[in-house]
């Protein structure tokens, strides 16, 4: 149980029927926010309080704020799913609350309890619950929780004063081509995590490294970009707002393993779990660039796909690195177990199937 008292203080001018019917209809990804926003702040010695939902707006930071000079900062990223029957429903954000704990320990920030997190996520859900869009086009209310070093102060040290916020988009497709297969180039000259960096922590500096390689990537006529291993650069990572999955001939897919420098998706480890119980064998190991760029050339690999909150399951296409170049996309398209993947994850999500893992939690 919560022990937070949120206070809700309702805005006297949400949006209009006609704007927030113009507004789901094209939702995009990430442009337009609900009309309201959830605040808590922390100090040492109060802890957590001050839990409040206010209308959504500009919030003021003095320019010392600790955030802004020495990046102590995390999110989260989540979605509330509207079923066919009006409920609406967040997919395991116990996951996403005990990540934001471990992501906390990592930046020297508070914790926030996991009981904490899910009350305050559902609570900006129920106050805004009719910025979640029908499940028709599979659009979703995409949630960022997030909390910050809010203290002005200019010394290196964890701050005194932290933030933590929720706010929510309606989403559509993250990618503006939709399913379409994803290409992607290899980072030759960047790096995003090494061990004992950051990189299992959902933190915006590790996104904050992606953008000078990724708008490289974007600059050749890429979509996405491929990090390798700091340490031998031989090794697939993730892409930097998504993880990896190579499905293999004989139906086995290999995500790489976790050893610290890559994000610990919870759509990766629920792929893990849902696949298995499709009946594919799931390996979690290192894997090389050499493996997947061979694998793809001889058919021992036959789908690529990233997967994401965000970007939920994605086709991966071409792969490129210096002048060479392999496709994995099945004709241009998302293959047979892509889909499959696909479907299985939506389907759970958007309460078109029962839900045996227990992922599903009931807001409204
Ligand atoms: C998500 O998938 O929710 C992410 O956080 C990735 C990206 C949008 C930053």
């Known amino acids: 149980m919560s022990a937070l008292d949120i206070s809700v203080q309702r805005r006297p001018d949400p949006a209009t029927d006609d704007r927030l019917a113009q507004i789901l209809a094209k939702p995009g990804f990430g442009v337009s926010f609900t009309d309201h926003m959830l605040t808590v702040d922390w100090t040492p010695d109060a802890g957590w309080h001050d839990a409040r939902i206010t209308a959504y707006g500009p919030i003021t930071l003095d320019p010392a704020t600790a955030v802004l000079h020495y990046a102590q900062e995390i999110f989260e990223g989540m979605k509330a799913y509207r079923h066919a029957d009006g409920s609406v429903w967040t997919f395991r954000p116990e996951a ?22 899910v009350a305050t996520v559902d609570a900006l859900v129920q106050v805004d619950e009719r910025w979640v869009p029908d499940a028709e086009g599979e ?6 929780p997030f909390m910050f070093a809010s203290e002005a102060f200019l010394g290196v040290r964890p701050a005194k004063h932290v933030t933590y916020m929720v706010i929510a988009s309606p989403a559509g497709s993250y990618f503006a081509g939709g399913l ?23 933190t915006g500096g590790n996104y904050a490294s992606s953008l000078a390689p990724q708008q490289e990537a974007i600059d050749k006529g890429f979509d996405q970009v491929v990090f390798l291993d700091a340490i031998e650069r031989k090794y697939v990572e993730e892409l930097g707002g998504m993880n990896l999955y190579f499905v293999h001939d004989d139906g086995t897919i290999v995500t790489p393993e976790l050893t610290g420098t890559i994000l610990e998706g919870v759509t990766r480890a629920s792929i893990m779990e849902l696949a298995k119980s499709l ?20 058919g021992r690999i036959t789908e690529v796909f990233a997967c994401g909150t965000a970007a939920v399951v994605t086709p991966v296409g071409r792969l490129a690195w210096q002048d060479q170049e392999v496709d994995s996309s099945v004709a241009g398209d998302a293959g047979p177990v892509t889909k499959q993947v696909r479907q299985a994850l939506v389907d759970i999500q958007y309460g078109r199937a029962e839900d045996t893992f227990g992922w599903m939690h009931r807001v409204l």
């Not at 704990?101 to 926030?112: C, G, M, N, V």
């Not at 009946?279 to 001889?298: A, C, I, P, Q, Y």
Request: aromatic residues 6%; positive net charge.
């Open 96 to 117: 996403n609350g005990a990540r934001m704990a471990r992501s906390s320990r990592r930046l020297a920030l508070p914790e926030l309890p996991a009981d904490d997190f």
């Open 279 to 298: 009946g594919h064998k799931v390996e979690e190991r290192r894997f090389s660039l050499d493996e997947w760029r061979h694998g793809v050339g001889s």
């Open 180 to 202: 379409k297969p994803v290409s992607l180039l290899v980072a030759e000259h960047h790096t995003r995590a090494a061990i004992g960096g950051m990189g299992a922590a959902k």
């Open 139 to 144: 659009k979703s209310l995409y949630l960022r």
